[in-house]
């Protein structure tokens, strides 16, 4: 149930979202070892968002997944730090990155939880 929120105020041409967004899935699935098939990631276009008094592109992301390995958020930071500066020209130092490991029964899917 690995999930991303990506939100933003880069500009993204909507030609690159679909492409975009399917690479970051593959990428996350890839991080955590997990099936890309549970893997969902939401863009959420911000166009108001400002960073140290300034609103230069800036992303601020959520990274939920079941058993995220805490002992890795530096690693899992430096990657989605990179592809974030790789997609959409966003540089590390504009990004917070909110990491959470939910328990398995407070996250549903198809009609129970994990």
Do not use: W
Not at 49 to 77: N, Q, V, W
Not at 87 to 114: K, M, N, W
């Amino acid at each position: 149930m690995p999930t991303l929120i990506v939100k933003t105020n880069a500009s993204i041409a909507p030609d690159t979202v679909e492409p975009m967004i399917k690479r970051v899935s593959a990428r996350v699935a890839e991080l955590l070892g997990k099936p890309e098939r549970y893997v969902m990631v939401i863009l959420e276009p911000t166009p108001t968002m400002c960073f140290g008094g300034d609103t230069s592109p800036l992303a601020f992301l959520e990274l939920k997944s079941l058993g995220l390995p805490e002992d890795r958020t530096p690693e899992l930071s430096a990657a989605l730090c990179s592809l974030l500066q790789d997609t959409l020209g966003i540089a590390p130092d504009r990004v917070y990155i909110e990491f959470a490991s939910p328990p398995r029964h407070l996250f549903g899917f198809d009609s129970g939880t994990f």
